[in-house]
């Protein structure tokens, strides 16, 4: 259950999460602090508790390729021991008062989450700083972690959704870090010592390295008398540059088959994207809603479930991250219908390159996507989430107001240019896990 | 996406129970349409809801998935509306829109600009009276759900698990069989069964409204009289009296099929909550299973690592009574029976000695933290007020919280020697089959 609503949640925050422009209020106070750490503020009293996202800029993206899951293993292990608190008693403590503390690695960007009511913020921002400042990584827990991160792996291949996705990505992205999973494979993840760990931590967490964002229940003093409690001990230092390949184009098309004993074909269909710096980002973004985007209003969606019967799930997102992104249409449906489902995903990629759209399509993009920004940014979390992004992707805290100048300006002929540029039905990678006997490929 | 099934959600069950006195108003039409609103001014949202008391639970054999089906129907279009136009008219005003079945209830819901927030009414209460059900319309969509079906169950196998562990649990009640319905059932479904079903059900005297956020109740009060006051009230809802036989012994059910690694999940029959009982088995599962500190997470995961994964919860919120489900995936390499007998142990632990005060307390601070940090979000506040509704009632939600505060140590470890028996359970095992070659 959580899987399918995942897909369909993560659609719309690719989307929309950093497309959400609020009215004229400025949504957060800017401040970078003496040792160059980067404070964003929202304060929101209206519920006793107070979120805090902090972001360290780099992910899996520093990994080398032999040590995958590098960055995972680093953020995983904060919360596993610091100089002078064991593993149970980091979880103890934030446990005890129902608060909640976690790290986590991304691509881009790695992140540490603190949620705790107001009158514990004290308690949280002093295990938040421990975690971040002063991780021990005892050899014990390290052993502990690698062994769940493979069990994790190995039981990825009972997902075909993951399986899918896992061979399309390296497909597109070959030899660069978005083409790996950020957990690492089981080949890498036994590679990584704790030398690895305590270099990578020591490497790129440093507040000039980061981004403090909260949001909820504290008032500008106390939130700088605190951060200067728990971080002015902090030492600003040079952070080694990211180094990454180059990305190849495909120039034909691939197609992978995974046999498994499945009764649906879990199709992904797709190829390079691009990055999320990229001006026509936003001409994307409203394209893509009318192809497989927009849900129940997108075209996949009325063809393929709504006319057709074909799936219970289709839908088409570009993953746009820092250096590069990628396109994809995803849908499951019985083997037999692959065929058929393929074709159709082809053929709208194909109409969305050689016909305008109308205009009510246009309209009702741009009026979704312009007018759910109150629901972009109606809660704590949502709101530290999207001030983060903000400060990563440089979007300046003047986006909000001109989010809906930039989607209202984008006309039919924009759509049809980034359709051309940015789909390719004929250059694509194709990827089927299912019953393959059955499915018959044509492709 | 349209079409939720509710499935237990597991992990966070104490956040979605967790409530305390919330400033819900109640209002009654004449019709018998109940509707509950919370104002909440922190952020210019709001969702409105309509809920159903129907569900899996209102089906007959042969014809499991009704309610779940129709729920999909809901969304094709009326007399008034055409089809596919009710949620392009919702997200072109820049809202999303969505539905739920569960065994007891179905729910529909937007969230919207709370300045558009009465765009719904009209649409709910039109589909509340005029849907049209055509046979090509009705025979698309049931091949939309068994796919929904393949994905949620058929290939993946610890929901495939979970659905033969209920149908065992329940011999002859009807939480035994799937919200989704059998795949032969739904094979079977026909137009003129979910227009019964539609007119049994669907009427202001078996729903209820729930509104939550930045709205005036006056003024939405109004509108609602307005839509759907004139809407006369159905029969009477038939009643479900079926109740579960008592069990003898353990039932034990296997599970093969294509997997990477074992898994166990083990059912116990439980008093829903509104049984004193329930909250000392809420506790109880939040001691076994809530977070990294828990009794669980520590021995099975942490101290002798054989499984990757453990958990255990109470399932309280249903109109009969339910289940404490445990279960755990086991590590690579690792003997499912070994993960059966380290989480029986704990088990048989916390019967023998009841937990520590420190333990107790943390579990009560847990809701009460997460009651609070759910007011961050209007619409789980609206979640929980309906399943409060749809099952002991929403004035429990006042009364949860003071009933978790009076659980003792010795409540915990009693309700674990009462419930977590032999006679009350259901295992259910997989066992990962060879896999086939891949290409």
Do not use: C
């Not at chain 1, 979704?368 to 001030?387: C, E, H, M, Q, V």
């Amino acid at each position: 259950m959580h899987r399918v609503i995942n897909i369909i949640t993560t659609t719309f925050i690719l989307l929309l999460s950093l497309a959400a422009p609020v009215a004229a209020a400025k949504l957060a106070e800017r401040e970078t602090l003496s040792n160059g750490m980067v404070v964003l503020h929202t304060e929101r009293h209206s519920v006793p508790m107070v979120s805090i996202v902090m972001a360290i800029r780099t992910g899996s993206i520093a990994d080398p390729s032999a040590k995958a899951g590098l960055a995972y293993l680093t953020a995983a292990l904060l919360s596993e021991g610091t100089q002078k608190r064991t593993s149970r008693e980091i979880s103890e403590a934030i446990e005890f008062v129902g608060g909640s503390l976690s790290a986590s690695a991304g691509a881009d960007y790695t992140t540490v989450s603190l949620t705790v009511l107001k009158k514990d913020i004290e308690l949280g921002l002093d295990l938040l700083s421990d975690i971040v400042l002063h991780p021990a990584f005892p050899e014990e827990e390290i052993m502990r972690k690698k062994r769940i991160t493979l069990n994790w792996l190995i039981q990825q291949n009972e997902e075909p959704g993951a399986v899918a996705s896992i061979a399309f990505s390296r497909a597109i992205f070959g030899a660069h870090p978005y083409g790996r999973q950020v957990q690492g494979t089981v080949e890498t993840i036994p590679a990584i010592n704790q030398q690895d760990l305590v270099d990578f931590h020591r490497g790129y967490f440093a507040p000039n390295n980061a981004i403090v964002s909260v949001v909820g229940d504290i008032g500008r003093d106390e939130l700088k008398q605190l951060l200067g409690r728990y971080f002015s001990d902090w030492k600003q230092k040079e952070i080694p540059e990211h180094v990454l390949p180059a990305i190849a184009q495909n120039k034909s098309s691939t197609v992978l088959k995974i046999n498994k004993d499945l009764t649906q074909a879990n199709i992904i269909l797709g190829h390079l994207g691009i990055a999320r710096v990229d001006p026509d980002y936003y001409a994307v973004t409203v394209m893509n809603y009318i192809l497989g985007g927009g849900g129940f209003a997108s075209r996949l969606m009325d063809n393929i479930r709504d006319n057709r019967g074909l799936a219970y799930d289709v839908h088409t997102y570009f993953t746009a991250n820092r250096y590069s992104g990628s396109f994809q249409a995803g849908l499951q449906t019985k083997n037999e219908s692959a065929n058929t489902a393929i074709a159709e995903v082809i053929k709208e990629m194909e109409r969305m390159r050689t016909e305008q759209v109308s205009d009510r399509e246009l309209e009702d993009a741009k009026s979704y996507l312009t007018g759910s920004f109150p629901l972009r940014i109606d809660s704590n979390s949502k709101i530290a989430g999207f001030n983060l992004a903000v400060e990563y992707y440089s979007l300046g805290l003047d986006y909000i107001d001109r989010y809906p100048a930039i989607i209202n300006a984008i006309t039919k002929e924009d759509i049809l240019r980034v359709a051309r540029k940015y789909l390719d039905p004929a250059n694509y990678v194709l990827v089927v896990v299912g019953n393959l006997q059955k499915a018959d490929l044509k492709y | 996406m349209k079409k939720i099934i509710l499935i237990p959600v597991l992990f966070v069950f104490l956040t979605v129970t967790a409530a305390f006195s919330l400033p819900v108003n109640e209002y009654l039409l004449d019709n018998g349409l109940k509707v509950l609103i919370l104002e909440d001014h922190k952020a210019p949202t709001a969702t409105f809801q309509i809920w159903y008391r129907v569900g899996s639970r209102d089906e007959k054999s042969g014809k499991t998935g009704l309610s779940h089906l129709l729920e999909h129907m809901m969304f094709k279009g009326t007399k008034v509306h055409g089809p596919k136009t009710f949620a392009q008219t919702i997200q072109r005003a820049g809202g999303t829109d969505n539905a739920f079945t569960s065994r007891d209830y179905t729910g529909y819901f937007e969230l919207l600009a709370s300045d558009r927030i009465t765009l719904p009414i009209d649409l709910e209460a039109d589909r509340m009276q005029n849907l049209i059900l055509t046979r090509d319309a009705v025979l698309s969509e049931r091949d939309v759900v068994t796919e929904e079906r393949r994905l949620r169950t058929e290939d993946d196998p610890q929901s495939f698990v979970f659905e033969e562990v209920m149908a065992a649990t329940f011999k002859n009640h009807p939480y035994g069989w799937p919200v989704i319905g059998w795949m032969s059932d739904l094979r079977t479904l026909n137009p003129d069964d979910l227009v019964k079903h539609y007119r049994t059900y669907y009427a202001p005297n078996n729903a209820v409204i729930i509104v939550v956020g930045d709205v005036d109740q006056k003024q939405i009060m109004e509108k609602i009289r307005t839509s759907f006051g004139s809407i006369p009230a159905g029969p009477p809802i038939p009643a479900i009296t079926s109740v579960e036989d008592e069990q003898k012994g353990e039932r034990r059910v296997y599970v093969k099929k294509e997997a990477e690694l074992p898994y166990i999940m083990t059912a116990y029959k439980v008093p829903n909550l509104s049984h004193e009982d329930g909250f000392a088995l809420d506790v109880l599962g939040s001691i076994l299973s809530d977070g990294k500190s828990s009794r669980l997470y520590h021995a099975l995961v942490y101290d002798q690592q054989i499984a990757l994964s453990v958990w255990a919860g109470y399932e309280g919120l249903y109109k009969d009574p339910f289940v404490f489900l445990a279960g755990a995936t086991a590590a690579q390499g690792k003997k499912i029976e070994d993960v059966e007998r380290a989480l029986l142990e704990e088990i048989e632990k916390i019967k023998k000695s009841p937990p520590t005060g420190q333990e107790v307390q943390r579990a009560k601070n847990q809701v009460e933290a997460s009651f609070v940090m759910q007011q961050d979000s209007i619409y789980m506040q609206a979640r929980t007020i309906g399943t409060f509704e749809m099952t002991v009632g929403w004035k429990f939600v006042d009364t949860y919280l003071e009933g978790i505060r009076r659980v003792t140590a010795e409540d915990v470890s009693r309700v674990a020697r009462k419930y977590l028996v032999d006679e009350l359970k259901t295992t259910g095992i997989l066992i990962p089959a060879p896999k086939e070659k891949g290409s």
